[in-house]
């Protein structure tokens, strides 16, 4: 019904910069929250950064000051600019979205596949 596609996920320097990239696509009649969640191995996924529909943000304390959640409603794209990248920030990223298919309808929940962040230091 819905898919996200994440794209931006790579290989980077500690200090260094990545922004990553979700679109949704499919039966869309309107998304409300999305947001960024991160996994490193052996641990919990976590949530990272927050969207409402409204353009509100929260973040994770340990990526306040360094990473930015935005979105185009537009483009049905949700963005993760992180900058002053640390070992620690390593991990599989995940985009997640609530999506409204029908009007009237209740929202349903959607994942990326996951995208690789490595940050060597």
């Known amino acids: 019904q819905v898919q996200l596609v994440e794209s931006g996920g790579g290989l980077v320097q500690t200090g260094g910069s990545l922004r990553l990239s979700c679109v949704a696509s499919?039966?869309?009649?309107?998304?409300?929250?999305m947001r960024w969640y991160s996994q490193a191995p052996g641990k919990q996924r976590e949530v990272v950064a927050h969207?409402?529909?409204?353009?509100?943000?929260n973040y994770a304390d340990s990526v306040k000051g360094r990473f930015t959640i935005s979105r185009d409603n537009a483009k049905n794209t949700v963005y993760l600019q992180m900058n002053s990248l640390k070992p620690e920030d390593t991990g599989v990223y995940y985009c997640?979205?609530?999506?409204?298919?029908?009007?009237?309808?209740?929202?349903?929940?959607?994942w990326g596949e996951g995208t690789l962040v490595t940050v060597s230091s």
């Open positions: 997640y979205a609530d999506v409204t298919s029908l009007p009237g309808q209740w929202a349903s929940e959607y």
């Open positions: 499919g039966r869309i009649f309107r998304i409300n929250a």
């Open positions: 969207i409402s529909s409204a353009g509100n943000t």
